[in-house]
């Protein structure tokens, strides 16, 4: 059920970006419900290359992170869970937080608390934050993979996502920026309760075409010259 839901999801979002685009280079009508009904002609193509970019996405955020709770795991067994176990639980970050989290894994072995434990400790963070790094500056190179699916529709799978690395190489800082300007605006939205949003998120996806538009018109300059 929860796959079927992730699945719909992305084919609704996928309308709803390409509703923006469409309309930007006056091909439709103004946005209507069944334009996030766009994607369902072409669901598989579609569906399956957005599930392969989110998951390439977490397993960056995750690279620095599997290789590090192996590592607590091996040392854990050879010294005893209980030793080192104490011994992170010195280096918590909030000592309330680590006793919330005590609570919730008295019932556990030794092993699931030993993991919880650490993974709430400074080493964790430190680990993490690489990690997260690594995962925006990956979701920056993927971006444009919901266009790319639009405009080439003999593309799919790794093949979208590689394009849209193509397209990103140099303006990956240009994205960033532009996102991180968009936080003014939505700090105003926490403080209208959300109702900013309304004309905040038409003009987050149409900054987003824009960008689009001119890497991928640069991309195509490069490619024929």
Known sequence: MLVFVFFLYLLLRWGYL???LTNSRGYDSP??????????????????????????????ML??????LAIIIYIGGGMGFEKIGAFIDEFLVI????????????SCGNLANYIIWTCFSIPFIIILLP???????????????PY?????KNLKNND???????MMDGHKKQLLCLYLSFLGWGI?????????????SPYINASLIKFYEQVKDEYEQKCLN
């Open 31 to 60: 946005f209507a419900i069944s334009s996030l009904f766009t994607g369902f002609g072409d669901y598989v193509r579609i569906t399956f290359t957005l599930c392969i970019k989110e998951l390439y996405i977490l397993l960056w």
């Open 160 to 166: 979208a996502i590689e394009l849209s690395m193509k």
């Open 148 to 152: 790319i699916l639009h405009d080439y």
């Open 188 to 200: 105003i939205c926490l403080m209208t309760m959300f109702i900013g949003i309304l004309w905040l």
């Open 131 to 145: 990690g997260c790094t690594l995962a925006i500056i990956k979701s920056l190179s993927y971006s444009m993979t």
């Open 95 to 106: 000592d309330l937080f680590n006793r919330f989290i005590g609570y919730i894994v008295e």
């Open 63 to 68: 690279a620095l992170l599997v290789p590090y």
């Open 18 to 20: 390409i509703s923006y």
